[in-house]
């Protein structure tokens, strides 16, 4: 089974900063890497999938990067509602396995 | 618009099953599969599994194997899942969410159902 790892577990920034997310998979999953962001009691909300393409209505702040194993997701300037965890999932030989997530607070 | 709306929660025993619905709309049904992932209190997301409404053809978790399917209805645009001799453990908001024909991405999410497991 394919662990992706995100780093890092949590990440404190201020509005208007640029955030960094990154997940790292076991093995390379080629460009099948989604990215959701989950705020508290909410359902998660799909922000990126395959690695680099912004799903529906995603401001283009959002952006993510990376193939093989490394990606990357960036926020360019950190907006209030931003505030959330983040996780990435992989999908790779028919199992779609999710990163532990990124809490990012405001710092 | 898509939508998803889920069944209501549900209280089980130890050893019992539950099946949650959930019923789209707004879109082909059958062009497009349904996945499940569930989330334990303060825990991270856990893939379940996806099926397609296409042709019923479906993908478990292999740590669910054997205790959980996922079924469609297509005439009333209607997933199931049904977990059977469940634990505390299975304690979870469990989540449908609409994916692809390769169970990629998942683009839109129901509301989630929380299943309390407890004797």
């Known amino acids: 089974e394919i662990v992706l790892t995100q780093s890092p577990a949590t990440l404190s920034l201020s509005p208007g900063e640029r955030a960094t997310l990154s997940c790292r998979a076991s093995?390379?999953?080629?460009?099948?890497l989604a990215w959701y962001q989950q705020k508290p009691g909410q359902a998660p909300r799909l922000l990126i999938y395959?690695?680099?393409n912004r799903a529906t209505g995603i401001p283009a702040r959002f952006s993510g990067s990376g193939s093989g194993t490394d990606f990357t997701l960036t926020i360019s300037s950190l907006e209030p509602e931003d505030f959330a965890v983040y996780y990435c999932q992989q999908r790779s030989n028919w199992m779609y396995t999710f990163g532990q997530g990124t809490k990012l607070e405001i710092k | 618009q898509v939508q998803l709306v889920q069944s209501g929660a549900e209280v089980k025993k130890p050893g019992a099953s539950v099946k949650v619905s959930c019923k789209a709309s707004g879109y082909t049904f059958t062009s497009y599969g349904i996945s499940w992932v569930r989330q334990a209190p303060g825990q991270g997301l856990e893939w379940m599994g996806w099926i397609s409404a296409y042709n019923g053809n479906t993908n478990y978790a292999q740590k669910l194997q054997g205790r959980v399917t996922m079924t469609t209805d297509t005439s009333t645009s209607t997933a199931y899942m049904e977990l059977r001799s469940l634990r505390s453990d299975d304690t979870a908001v469990y989540y449908c969410a609409r994916v692809g024909v390769s169970g990629w991405p998942k683009d839109y999410w129901g509301q989630g159902t929380l299943v309390t497991v407890s004797s």
């Open positions: 093995q390379s999953v080629s460009s099948y």
């Open positions: 395959d690695a680099s």
